[in-house]
């Protein structure tokens, strides 16, 4: 039945398009609807199935075909897309850690028209994404659902927008002291491990500071400018729990 559902939905999706390689729109409303400050309503996700016709839609598609900045949109939004579809699909889970025993991102869930084979969320990312693009703000745009990731955006990427999003991306991750600060006592920047971990796409471990201190607040980038020197760099915990919306409050 959903399935049908599905199809029905990217019908109308593909009469809506038009002539546009790609439509986000309903993907845009969805996320308006459901993501709240990163947190995600994925109880309201299992039963709405603008979500599943989306990635349809997508499916559908030839990625190949498009503008280098509509392809990474589109690739964008397909990661995050896959992820929440994995999520709703799992839900109610402490963490993507829980699904598929603890490799999530290795079951194939995606096939768009020109593949073979379904892709995983690790080909997704590290296979089409990091070796077509030498983007690495990426990395603050692609969500794992986790309380540590950068935060999902409540609305969809969109290639002609996609830079400024991207530059508020880096703002918003980087300027949120639970994630990322910077410690002028001892001269020290605490960082995501998501640093460490894609620190190549960065310029190498030597180059993140630098990499870093344009989207630093201001003080910050003043103190680390007075100091005279590249501060030091250390990368603190992540936390994997989902980045669910708290339950709503009984009513009296």
């Given at each position: 039945?959903?399935?049908?559902?599905?199809l029905g939905l990217f019908a109308l999706?593909?009469?809506?398009?038009?002539?546009?390689?790609?439509?986000h729109s309903a993907y845009d409303a969805l996320l308006h609807e459901r993501v709240s400050l990163g947190r995600v309503d994925y109880v309201a996700l299992q039963t709405d199935a603008r979500l599943g016709a989306y990635l349809a839609h997508l499916a559908a598609l030839d990625p190949a075909t498009f503008s280098e900045?509509?392809?990474?949109t589109y690739w964008i939004n397909a990661y995050n897309a896959v992820t929440?579809?994995?999520?709703?699909?799992?839900?109610?889970v402490k963490s993507i850690k829980d699904i598929n025993g603890g490799k999530p991102?290795?079951?194939?869930?995606?096939q768009p028209v020109g593949f073979e084979k379904a892709l995983t969320l690790n080909q997704i990312e590290n296979d089409?994404?990091?070796?077509?693009?030498?983007?690495?703000?990426?990395?603050?745009?692609?969500?794992?659902a986790a309380v540590s990731c950068p935060m999902l955006r409540s609305e969809a990427y969109v290639a002609e927008r996609l830079s400024a999003q991207l530059v508020g991306q880096a703002n918003s991750f980087l300027r949120d002291p639970t994630l990322n600060r910077y410690d002028?006592?001892?001269?020290t920047l605490h960082l995501s491990p998501l640093f460490q971990w894609y620190a190549v796409d960065f310029g190498g471990p030597e180059a993140l500071a630098k990499y870093v201190q344009p989207f630093l607040p201001m003080a910050d980038r003043a103190s680390i400018a007075l100091a005279g020197r590249a501060p030091a760099v250390v990368f603190g915990d992540y936390d994997w729990a989902a980045n669910a919306a708290p339950p709503p409050e009984p009513k009296s």
């Open positions: 039945m959903k399935r049908f559902l599905y999706l593909t009469v809506l398009v038009g002539a546009n390689p790609v439509d900045p509509e392809r990474l929440l579809k994995l999520m709703a699909d799992s839900w109610p991102w290795d079951r194939p869930l995606f089409i994404i990091r070796k077509q693009f030498t983007e690495p703000r990426i990395h603050f745009a692609l969500v794992c002028g006592t001892t001269h």
